[in-house]
């Protein structure tokens, strides 16, 4: 990982490191951040140590959290070390800044569940000898679209998160970019909130902005007849939804339930839109390219993060 950050003396690479992290996911507690950057040392002590260097340097801070008897530490960038990450030009500027008051708000626990997900990627890509990293997954990208039933009217669709994956074959020697739209469910919404998401995806899949639309787009391809998710991909994203914070038979009803909405959706069923869900303790024990999610439309029986039943196929994807 690049990590030519500007830091104080004391500071090394994984501190650097860390600072990216921050950067690009908002609030990271220690131990997700032991797992991310230091998962070959038993101990997180060194990665502590250079934590508190950088709050002491006021480049990062800390907030509490307790849970499930234990308390640690959520770790976000302060306005200067978040400055200090923009001026080495790694990663995309993003106009966000964390506060104490956010890092303890109602969205903490679904930053960190995110977070969750993406580590359970990481962990697998290094188990299996794929490619996906700390940095291979963005929050909160908007992409823009209209809805027919709403005519006239801009929308913003924005997934939890959206990962990159490179699956390597290793006996034909191929290697296949997978890109991912990712949403988390708390048990917190309601599932027709969550079927309306995905009316929203199927909405964008298919949206062609015309001359002077709004696309998200690069200049030039607004009017071309392409669809505006072609400016950003070269194939759709697979659309994955992870449920998480309630029991499993609780998740697995709201699973089929929400099965049952996307069936009823004329634009969702016609669609070729693929979708799978699956739990977030499935995805983190079996990984994602293990039978552990269950299709959105069509048949039920699992499948992997593919969204195809049996082996991946030999093209390539995004």
């Known amino acids: 990982m690049p990590y030519p950050v500007t830091a104080p003396q004391g500071v090394g690479a994984i501190g650097q490191q860390a600072m990216t992290v921050l950067y690009q996911h908002r609030l990271v507690s220690t131990d997700q951040l032991h797992r991310l950057l230091t998962p070959h040392q038993s101990r997180a002590e060194y990665l502590r140590r250079q934590l508190h260097r950088l709050r002491a340097a006021g480049l990062a801070d800390a907030v509490g959290r307790r849970a499930h008897g234990q308390t640690s530490l959520l770790w976000w960038l302060t306005a200067k070390g978040a400055e200090a990450v923009e001026a080495a030009g790694l990663l995309p500027v993003r106009p966000y ?16 569940a995110t977070v969750e997900a993406g580590i359970a990627f990481v962990h697998w890509a290094r188990t299996l000898g794929h490619d996906c990293g700390p940095l291979d997954w963005s929050p909160e990208t908007a992409h823009h679209y209209r809805d027919d039933s709403r005519p006239g009217e801009d929308l913003s669709l924005i997934p939890d998160a959206v990962l990159n994956y490179v699956h390597t074959d290793q006996k034909a020697r191929q290697r296949t970019l997978l890109t991912f739209f990712v949403e988390i469910d708390r048990a917190t919404m309601t599932v027709a909130r969550l079927a309306h998401k995905l009316h929203a995806y199927a909405c964008y899949q298919k949206y062609v902005p015309q001359s002077g639309g709004r696309a998200g787009a690069r200049p030039g391809r607004a009017g071309t007849g392409a669809p505006a ?38 634009l969702v069923a016609a669609g070729p839109l693929r979708a799978g869900a699956t739990t977030l303790d499935r995805l983190r024990q079996d990984g994602p390219f293990a039978p552990v999610f269950t299709p959105l439309l069509g048949p039920a029986d699992p499948v992997d993060a593919w969204l195809r039943p049996g082996p991946a196929p030999a093209a390539a994807a995004a």
């Not at 800044?97 to 960190?112: D, F, I, W």
């Not at 998710?229 to 759709?236: E, L, V």
């Open 97 to 112: 800044r964390m506060s104490p008051e956010a890092a303890a708000g109602p969205l903490q626990e679904h930053t960190l």
């Open 229 to 266: 998710w072609r400016a950003r991909y070269p194939a759709f994203p697979r659309l994955l939804l992870v449920f998480t914070g309630a029991p499993e038979h609780r998740l697995e009803r709201r699973i089929a339930d929400l099965r049952s909405l996307a069936a009823s959706d004329p």
